[in-house]
């Protein structure tokens, strides 16, 4: 993986982890499901009458939109609003990345190197640390809750990486379309529609301004910008090598938690972030015999035919 993507991933991880204060900030005045639907509404619309179909079939867009839009989205804002700490929040939810390497070595049958193992390993066991010293600031619910949505992000991934989209960005604009309309309609079933429109009456108001900002942060900074290049680099690396750089968003989000919320991280997450970071880079770095040169065979087009929908 080349120093410029394993950057861009850094990069990525660093707009995800505020994503998850920015996201506080907006439940704090919308409803989840609704805020969820309306976050890729705002994108929806301008995606349809101005951006150019990325050139996928229909089946991975779907597949992509249902994982990372609907899944991960819908779980993480619900275990969020049911008290998730944002922090916590940015640990639990890079399950993510161990879902995935699962889920391409049994769809994809991408191969995975002892290297590349014992790295994962690592860095979930720098995540342990830190979930082992947090694990009770947070009730059961919201915790199974996030983990739902990491393993809709893991899906949302590999339908991602087999689209092999002519637009990465433009895969990652049209999968907004998929997302608004099932969870509005959630929204109104479960929420109500009195909770929709009052924050919808009140978006304008002082009192909402930080949720305003949150939600156009989420939208412009998390979605097109966060997610944009997360695929250019899922179409081009092997999932089992940029996964794991999801598992630095918990340093970010504990930092940006600790700034802007007065989340303060004890001992026990700075460990945990180290041995994360250290993780991370041994799961990423490409370690090859000296004097021998290794081309790793071609992935598969599409899924293995049990697999195919």
């Known amino acids: 993986m080349p120093t410029r993507d394993r950057l861009l991933a850094v990069l990525v991880a660093v707009l995800w982890g505020v994503n998850f204060v920015a996201i506080h900030f907006s439940l704090e005045h919308y409803p989840p499901f609704f805020l969820v639907g309306l976050r890729f509404l705002v994108l929806a619309i301008p995606t349809v009458l101005f951006v150019k179909w990325p050139g996928v079939k229909v089946r991975w867009l779907l597949g992509y939109g249902l994982g990372f839009g609907i899944l991960q989205f819908a779980f993480l804002y619900a275990g969020m609003a049911a008290g998730m700490p944002p922090g916590l929040a940015s640990l639990v939810l890079q399950a993510s990345a161990p879902f995935t390497v699962v889920l391409a070595a049994v769809w994809l049958r991408e191969r995975l190197t002892l290297v590349q193992g014992i790295g994962i390993l690592v860095a979930v066991a720098g995540l342990g640390i830190i979930a082992a010293d947090r694990a009770q600031v947070s009730a059961l619910l919201p915790v199974i809750l996030t983990?739902?949505?990491a393993l809709g992000w893991a899906f949302g991934n590999i339908c991602s990486r087999q689209?092999?989209?002519?637009?990465?960005?433009?895969l990652t604009l049209w999968m907004s379309v998929v997302p608004p309309i099932p969870l509005i309609a959630l929204?109104?079933?479960?929420?109500?529609?009195d909770a929709v429109w009052t924050s919808l009456a009140t978006t304008f108001t002082p009192e909402?301004?930080?949720?305003?900002?949150?939600?156009?942060?989420?939208?412009?900074?998390g979605t097109i910008v966060g997610s944009g290049i997360?695929?250019?680099?899922m179409k081009?690396?092997?999932?089992?090598?940029?996964?794991?750089?999801?598992?630095?968003?918990?340093?970010?989000?504990?930092?940006s938690a600790w700034l802007?919320?007065?989340?303060?991280?004890?001992?026990?997450?700075?460990?945990?972030?180290?041995?994360?970071?250290?993780?991370?880079?041994?799961?990423?770095?490409?370690?090859?015999?000296?004097?021998r040169a290794s081309n790793p065979p071609p992935l598969p087009s599409s899924l293995p035919a049990a697999s195919s929908t």
């Open 208 to 221: 909402a301004l930080p949720a305003l900002l949150g939600l156009v942060y989420t939208v412009v900074m």
């Open 187 to 193: 929204s109104l079933v479960i929420e109500g529609p």
């Open 147 to 149: 983990l739902c949505g």
């Open 260 to 291: 802007l919320l007065g989340e303060i991280p004890g001992p026990a997450d700075l460990l945990g972030g180290a041995v994360v970071v250290a993780g991370v880079l041994l799961a990423t770095l490409t370690w090859r015999p000296r004097g």
């Open 163 to 170: 689209a092999q989209p002519t637009s990465p960005l433009g």
């Open 236 to 255: 081009r690396n092997p999932s089992s090598k940029v996964a794991p750089f999801s598992m630095l968003v918990p340093v970010a989000g504990f930092t």
């Open 230 to 233: 997360w695929v250019t680099l």
